[in-house]
């Protein structure tokens, strides 16, 4: 049976690790990875958290982004398409793909990506932890289960799981709260936006997946 794979990784050569570092106040959160036959790899990411400005500027310096282009703009946040740099990035997704893994989330920030992704069995990830440990990037296993039948309720990204951790941990919830969004943002290492978007979101997507759910099956 698969299972799926919670796990940061680390290396100078990992898309946007440079832009990451230099921005360390942003989050980009994938929303799309595309690879085609003959063409440079696409990412498609969400941005939030940080000075734009200073994010397109150490895009423009990043060697592991051929070009870069804002394809929807929020206001507090914006989608941007991203060409890789074939010759600057480490082989990462075509390890995922003679693995036969499917990614199925990822978010980057302070030059630490957090990615999820289903692998066919155990075996194949103690390969793709020997690939890590070959190409010199820091690998720690977060977590790991089998998919479930009910593997489609509560999905979460990685960010909006770590601030409902957070908060709780830190008694954001409780009446009266022990916590403040000040207190989360310097927990987490983002700005207050930051954790109060992850925040709402999430709990949008647990109302939709509890309430709004047994609602419908009702």
Same mark, same amino acid.
């Given at each position: ?12 050569? #990992?898309?946007?690790?440079?832009? #990451? ?7 980009? /959160? ?11 790899? #696409? ?10 400005? =200073? ?28 060409? !890789? ?15 036969? %893994? ?7 920030? %302070? ?12 075996? %194949? ?18 977590? #790991?289960?089998?998919?479930?039948? *009910? ?18 941990? =830190?008694?954001?919830? /409780?009446?009266?709260? *022990?916590?403040? !969004? ?19 979101? =999430? ?11 047994? *609602?419908? /099956?009702?």
């Amino acid at each position: 049976m698969s299972v799926i794979a919670e796990f940061t990784i680390r290396a100078p050569g #990992l898309v946007l690790t440079p832009t #990451l570092e230099a921005v360390p106040e942003m989050t980009v /959160e994938l929303e799309q990875q595309l690879v085609a036959t003959g063409y440079s790899p #696409l990412f498609i990411v969400w941005a939030t958290g940080g000075d734009f400005e =200073a994010f397109a500027d150490a895009l423009r310096r990043d060697a592991t982004i051929a070009s870069h282009a804002v394809i929807e703009d929020l206001d507090t946040r914006k989608l941007y398409r991203l060409q !890789l740099d074939r010759e600057n990035i480490l082989p990462v997704y075509p390890a995922y793909q003679k693995l036969g %893994a499917v990614p199925m989330a990822g978010h980057g920030t %302070a030059g630490v990506w957090r990615r999820r992704i289903r692998l066919s069995d155990r075996t %194949a990830l103690v390969e793709f932890q020997q690939f890590c440990e070959h190409e010199g990037v820091e690998f720690s296993l977060k977590r #790991l289960y089998m998919p479930s039948d *009910d593997e489609g309720v509560f999905q979460l990204t990685e960010a909006q799981r770590e601030a409902l951790v957070a908060a709780h941990e =830190a008694g954001y919830f /409780e009446v009266p709260r *022990d916590a403040t !969004l000040d207190d989360l943002s310097s927990k987490l290492g983002v700005s207050k936006q930051s954790v109060s978007e992850r925040l709402r979101r =999430a709990q949008s997507r647990l109302v939709g997946d509890t309430v709004l759910r047994d *609602d419908v /099956e009702g």
